[in-house]
């Protein structure tokens, strides 16, 4: 997890899924698809972004490996 930029970018999108989900889950509130529209373009592109966030953010396990390995 080098570039700084792309791990806040991708932190944030996925933070914003995790609360989409979180009001799905409690209130059957979509945000997403409450602000952009029920799967438009838009909501898709939103969507799809938040996923390969979290895909990226698999890569934070590997850094913790590499960190906890210094601490040794």
Do not use: P
């Not at 930029?5 to 995790?18: E, K, S, V, Y």
């Not at 838009?42 to 996923?51: A, K, P, Q």
């Amino acid at each position: 997890m080098n570039n700084k930029f792309l791990d806040c970018t991708a932190l944030t999108l996925t933070i914003i899924g995790a609360i989409n989900w979180g009001l799905i889950g409690l209130f059957s509130l979509d945000l997403v698809a409450l602000i952009f529209g029920d799967m438009s373009l838009i909501s898709r592109i939103v969507y799809s972004l938040v996923g390969l966030s979290g895909l990226y953010l698999i890569t934070f396990y590997m850094y913790l490996d590499r960190h906890a390995d210094r601490q040794e």
